[in-house]
Each structure stands twice: as C-alpha cells, then as structure tokens.
Nanobody, 114 residues
Framework: EAQLVESGGGLVQPGGSLTLSCAAS????????MYWLRQPPEKGLEWVST???????DYSDSVKGRFTISRDNPKKTLSLQMNNLKTEDTGVYYC????????RGQGTQVTVSS
C-alpha cells in the first residue's frame, strides 16, 4: 500500500518561496510517475505538476516558470520548489501517484498572504 507524507507548507508573503517535500513508501517509487495536486479554498482538486520516473516534467499553465518539480529515486522523495508565490497559490498541496489524486498523502497547507 502506497504511503505518501507531505511536508514543508506554511505561511509566506506574495513573491516568496517555499519548498514542499513528499516521502514515499510501500510501492516501487522509481517506476511511478508522481504528481503534485492542490486544493484551493472552497474549490476542487487541481493538477499542478507531473514528473515521470525518468525525470520528464510537466506543469499547469498557472505555475509554469515559477514551480519546479524534482525527485530523488534512491531516497524515494518528491519535491516542489515554488518561487514567486501568488495569493492564488494558496491551498492544500498533495503528492499523489495518479493525476486524479485517488492515492495521495494527507496534504500540507500553503498560505500566500501579506
């Protein structure tokens, strides 16, 4: 059974940066594409970024150029470097093994506010 534990969220001012981490266990991490999803307040889950096992990446238009996804396969960790944060980036961020988020962690709160 996949286990995913996110960390690194917090309160940051607009224009600031945060790095999220996700520790994975219970499945062959290297073989899986991994995803970051987020849920803004009072909205549904939305896709943020994907990284394949080989390191190919993709981003939603709203974060492209500001966020960077990466992974460390031997350590089974996933990261999301978030720069130039905007108030609309506020939400609960999840790492997941599928784009719909059917297998995801408990999430970490990111609040962008002045």
């Amino acid at each position: 059974e996949a286990q995913l534990v996110e960390s690194g969220g917090g309160l940051v001012q607009p224009g600031g940066s945060l790095t999220l981490s996700c520790a994975a266990s219970g499945f062959p991490f290297t073989w899986y594409s991994m995803y970051w999803l987020r849920q803004p307040p009072e909205k549904g889950l939305e896709w943020v970024s994907t990284i394949t096992g080989g390191g190919d990446t993709d981003y939603s238009d709203s974060v492209k150029g500001r966020f960077t996804i990466s992974r460390d396969n031997p350590k089974k960790t996933l990261s999301l470097q978030m720069n130039n944060l905007k108030t609309e980036d506020t939400g609960v961020y999840y790492c997941a093994t599928d784009r719909l988020g059917t297998s995801r962690g408990q999430g970490t709160q990111v609040t962008v506010s002045s």
